[in-house]
């Protein structure tokens, strides 16, 4: 079933554009009437050339012929140029809503959809309906033309032997199109096959070093062998039918001409159709089997651009689940706290955070400490309005974080997140990402600060090496290090920290220290998430989570005294 509402809606994209389209119609409609002139001019030069001996007819036909060949390829040439211009403007136009719109959905957005489907919706779907303006639709609209205009001249030169070849070429379209299909199933199979031997041969490569390191490459070799034949069966089923093809084609359509022409023939020889009329009907319908022939292909490829631009429009018509309210204000600094107030959060299931209430006010530099799980990252969440809670409340300077304006919030905060991200591009591109408008001394202020510089002038080019496919050249703790100075090039009132677990080692850390105590301004508020005892020890207050509820809370001195529970979590180390 063609999707109508996807159809309409894309074609909505198009209206701009009408003058191009309209244009390029009128081009495919003289490009298909001019097709359809050939097997007339047999028709011509057989029964007045040849047959009558008219040599100034056939000179004008020869001369005639180059001058219909050149405004074909005129015609076809505007008309592929035009439908290209339209089709290309919408892709552009389709491709950037997208973008734009990805960008604004919300983090559940992403956390229910795998990264790999909306990627696939944004490259190849986006490629399926560039085909079908490119091409799809301008082939349909051709196929009809010529299909339509055959037929009708057919009628024309003879109408009982069109009569006839509408009972037999249909015969012959669906064997041929019962033998495609074949075709088409085995190489569906096929196809479905060589993705799980991509599959295979992507995880040895990734996994290379855990395969080889477990010696269980045998296994995986078996395993790769085993698909490789099917692979090879398939492959020969799908040849077998590809072979068998061609000449049952043929033979069944040499059927279908035979009758044509034992019939035709009789109607030449009882005076009822002259020769080029003859030859002419069966010019017209081998002009008319080749549309035929591709509409079925044009509607599958049409359908499979529908169903394309359908999960394409499922993306633009998502909502974000969190936006701005009317009455949302932009704010410009943090003068005065953060208030989680009795905060409730889930992620759908299970409840994450309970009864949760924390002051931090201006200037304060907290640790948020637990056990992986115990919600400490969904904080960030929160407080970044990735997520909203469920019941309770945020608070900057006493405002309910909800009534302001998202992006002027997260311009407040800096964030260094756990799998501290570097984007591809340069260290100096990554690091300005915290503020494009900045200088070059400040992003090497920033770096210092950050204990990045040493190791950045150290690198190949300095601050334009470029680190790569999501930074793969540096080192976990480096990553930080470039995300910290990210962080701090932004200036923000307030810095969150999420550590890794276990990516960082005691230089690492000690860097991360020297930045948090001594390079950063007083006035801000900086939140660390954190594993070990030495990050925490030293900051104003420390916060025990245990299963999404606050345990205990405060300075270093006063846990050892008052929490056996941070005795549980640092036992080792106190
Ligand atoms: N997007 C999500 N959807 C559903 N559940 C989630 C999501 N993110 C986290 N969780 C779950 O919420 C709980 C708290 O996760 P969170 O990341 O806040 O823990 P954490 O204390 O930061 O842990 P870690 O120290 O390991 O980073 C975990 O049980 C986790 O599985």
Redesign the pocket.
């Given at each position: 079933m063609i999707k109508g509402k996807s159809l309409f809606r894309l074609l909505n994209y198009l209206k701009p554009y009408g003058g191009l389209v309209a244009g390029a119609l009128i081009m495919g409609i003289l490009g298909a009437g001019i097709s359809l002139i050939f097997p007339w001019l047999v028709k011509i030069i057989i029964d007045r050339v040849l047959i009558q001996k008219d040599l100034l007819l056939l000179l004008f036909i020869t001369f005639g012929i180059v001058f219909i060949f050149f405004i074909k390829g005129l015609t076809s040439y505007i008309q592929n140029l035009w439908v290209s211009k339209a089709g290309f403007r919408v892709i552009t136009k389709l491709r950037s809503e997208l973008y734009q719109h990805i960008y604004s959905l919300s983090a559940s957005f992403f956390?229910e959809n795998p990264t790999g489907d909306i990627i696939s919706r944004m490259t190849n779907d986006v490629t399926n309906i560039q085909n079908l303006f490119s091409h799809t639709f301008m082939n349909i609209f051709m196929d009809l033309l010529i299909l339509i205009g055959s037929i009708g001249v057919c009628f024309y030169i003879n109408w009982k032997l069109t009569t006839l070849s509408i009972v037999v070429f249909p015969l012959v379209g669906l064997s041929i199109d019962y033998l495609g299909k074949k075709i088409r199933g085995a190489s569906h199979l096929l196809q479905s096959k060589t993705a799980v031997l991509t599959q295979l041969i992507e995880r040895t490569v990734s996994g290379i070093k855990i395969i080889q390191s477990y010696v269980s490459g045998h296994y995986e070799v078996e395993k790769f062998e085993k698909e490789n034949e099917l692979n090879f069966y398939l492959a020969m089923k799908q040849a077998k039918a590809k072979a068998l093809l061609t000449p049952l084609v043929e033979l069944v359509s040499s059927v279908g001409l035979t009758i044509m022409i034992w019939f035709g023939g009789r109607e030449v020889v009882f005076g009822k159709l002259t020769p080029g009329g003859l030859v002419a009907f069966l010019g017209y319908i081998a002009t008319a089997a080749a549309p035929l022939s591709h509409i079925s292909n044009g509607i599958q490829s049409l359908q499979q651009s529908l169903a394309s631009a359908e999960r394409i429009f499922e993306i633009l018509d998502t909502a974000p689940r969190i936006q701005d309210l009317p009455e949302s204000v932009p704010i410009h600094s943090v003068n005065q706290e953060i208030n989680l107030k009795d905060i409730y959060f889930s992620?759908?299931?299970e409840v994450?955070l309970k009864n949760f209430s924390l002051q931090i006010p201006k200037g304060e530099k907290i640790g948020i400490v637990?056990p992986?799980?115990?919600?400490?990252?969904?904080?960030l969440n929160l407080l970044l309005r990735f997520y909203d809670p469920d019941q309770g409340r945020i608070e900057v300077d006493g405002v309910d974080i909800r009534k302001i304006k998202m992006s002027s919030l997260r311009q407040q905060i800096g964030v260094v997140l756990?799998d501290s991200l570097v984007l591809g591009g340069t260290v100096r591109e990554n690091i300005l990402y915290g503020n494009l408008n900045a200088s070059m001394d400040e992003v090497i202020d920033a770096a210092q600060r950050a204990h990045a510089h040493e190791f950045i002038v150290r690198l190949e080019n300095s601050y334009d090496t470029d680190l790569g496919d999501l930074g793969k050249r540096l080192s976990g703790g480096q990553k930080q290090r470039i995300a910290i100075a990210r962080a701090l090039l932004k200036n923000p009132p307030i810095l969150v920290l999420d550590e890794a677990?276990s990516s960082l080692d005691p230089e690492s850390e000690d860097y991360i220290l020297d930045t948090i105590h001594n390079h950063i301004g007083k006035d801000k508020i900086v939140i660390l998430?954190a594993?070990s005892l030495r990050m925490v020890k030293d900051l104003d207050r420390i916060v025990l989570?245990k299963d999404g509820e606050i345990q205990d809370i405060g300075a270093h001195q006063e846990l050892l005294k008052n929490s056996s529970y941070y005795y549980q979590i640092f036992g080792r180390d106190l």
């Open positions: 956390q992620y759908g299931g994450i637990g992986s799980g115990a919600g400490k990252t969904t904080l756990q677990t998430i594993h989570i």
